[in-house]
């Protein structure tokens, strides 16, 4: 390692540290509002991912750095001797990159029968886009058991790309932290086949209610 490269890296650290006595606290992550409906007999969710951007963050991805939030999707039922199956999965990655020269951001949402780019100059745009899940598939209907209870969990992480020289020697002093959120989950669910109808749900509740929106939807849970 050269003199330079010593150089940047007590710079770094002393930065760092600088910034770890001074930085306000942070609110961590979290996922929430996760819900499941039905759409063309496919078990789609949406969720969302709030306290995600801190004004750190914003200014690293003006800069140009390319951000990734990473959503872990599982679909689960119920069972009384192994705690839990994972029926079905499906792993989203949302990137933001920001072009510098044309003043837009490039958004890019990839995964298991999900891929859309949308290219916005709006930050709140961006941002929503970001940190929001919707109809993610992640089943189908008439692969679940009747009269079985399932749920989804949901976590997510972030991850900061393309840094070059010199700033892939001060990743690690950069002010804002890269993350990973715990499980989040929805409540209960079971799914009935009804004559009629083809689909009809019975769901607990947990407090407070939230108000159904009628039997043609098909699935619908709520997390806290």
């Known amino acids: 390692m050269n003199n330079f490269s010593k150089f940047l890296r007590v710079l770094a650290l002393i930065f760092w540290v600088g910034c770890f006595l001074t ?6 992550p979290t996922i929430s509002k996760i ?10 969710l949406d969720a ?13 991805i003006e800069s140009g750095v390319a951000m990734t939030f990473t959503f872990e999707i599982e679909l689960i ?22 072009d510098t020269l044309k003043k837009v951001y490039q958004f890019s949402s990839q995964g298991k029968n999900v891929n859309r780019e949308v290219a916005t100059k ?51 002093f950069v002010p804002f932290n890269e993350f990973e959120t715990s499980w989040a989950q929805s409540t209960p669910l079971t799914v009935k086949m ?7 749900v019975s769901q ?15 699935i619908r849970s709520f997390n806290q």
């Open 23 to 28: 930085a306000p606290a942070w609110a961590e």
């Open 35 to 44: 819900s499941l409906n039905t759409e063309k007999e496919i078990v789609t």
């Open 48 to 60: 969302e991912l709030i306290d995600a951007f801190t004004d750190k963050v914003g200014e690293a």
């Open 77 to 98: 039922k119920e069972s009384s001797v192994f705690g839990g199956e994972v029926v079905s999965q499906n792993k989203i990655t949302h990137t933001i990159q920001y």
């Open 122 to 172: 709006s930050t709140e745009k961006y941002q929503q886009l970001m940190l929001t899940l919707k109809d993610i598939p992640i089943a189908h209907i008439f692969k679940l058991d009747p009269e079985k209870k399932y749920y989804a969990r949901v976590k997510a992480e972030m991850e900061a790309e393309g840094l070059w020289f010199p700033f892939n020697y001060l990743l690690f």
């Open 194 to 200: 009804d004559p009629a109808f083809g689909i009809e």
């Open 204 to 218: 607990k509740k947990s407090k407070p209610a939230i108000p159904a929106k009628g039997v043609a939807d098909g």
